[in-house]
């Protein structure tokens, strides 16, 4: 049985990341390609599965030659890169779960300012202010 062309190029996905990864810090890496799935794969075209849409448009305005060289490396052409976002709850990234932390922080800081001793009882006097 013939594999499909399409399938074994998709299966390289692996190989064109880790040629990606010798073009970036690691944190940029890590960043932006480490959530990234590919969905479909051609030699015309490769549809890549991002979180957001965000997502999709710095992958497209900082990152797409180094993609498509990537490809050119492992399957030999420079497919069109096009970028779908995931529609599911996982694909949430670390972004999301930052603005939370940083919610939660301000809810801890609110319960400080409010437990910390009044000014009136710290024996300053309350007529200075800074």
């Keep these: 049985m013939k594999k499909n062309p ?3 190029q998709c299966a390289a996905w692996s190989d064109v990341l880790t040629s990606i990864k010798t073009e ?6 890590k960043t932006w390609f480490e ?6 794969c051609s030699s015309d ?28 490396k492992v399957i030999g052409t420079k497919p069109q890169i ?6 599911t709850e996982h694909s949430k990234n670390s972004m ?12 801890i800081a609110e319960n400080i300012r409010a437990s910390a001793p009044q000014a009136s009882s710290t024996g300053l006097n309350e007529t200075y202010t800074f």
């Excluded at 970036?24 to 890496?29: A, G, I």
């Excluded at 305005?61 to 180094?66: R, T, V």
């Excluded at 096009?82 to 529609?87: M, W």
Aim: with cysteine; net charge negative; proline share 2%.
């Design 82 to 87: 096009k970028y779908e976002v995931s529609k």
């Design 35 to 40: 959530c990234i799935t590919c969905v479909s």
């Design 6 to 8: 399409a399938t074994k």
């Design 96 to 107: 999301f779960n930052a603005v939370a932390d940083l919610k939660n922080k301000d809810d």
């Design 45 to 72: 075209a490769a549809v890549l599965l991002v979180p957001d849409k965000f997502y999709a448009e710095w992958l497209e305005d900082h990152y797409k030659e180094i993609v498509r060289s990537a490809f050119y």
């Design 24 to 29: 970036l810090s690691e944190q940029s890496f």
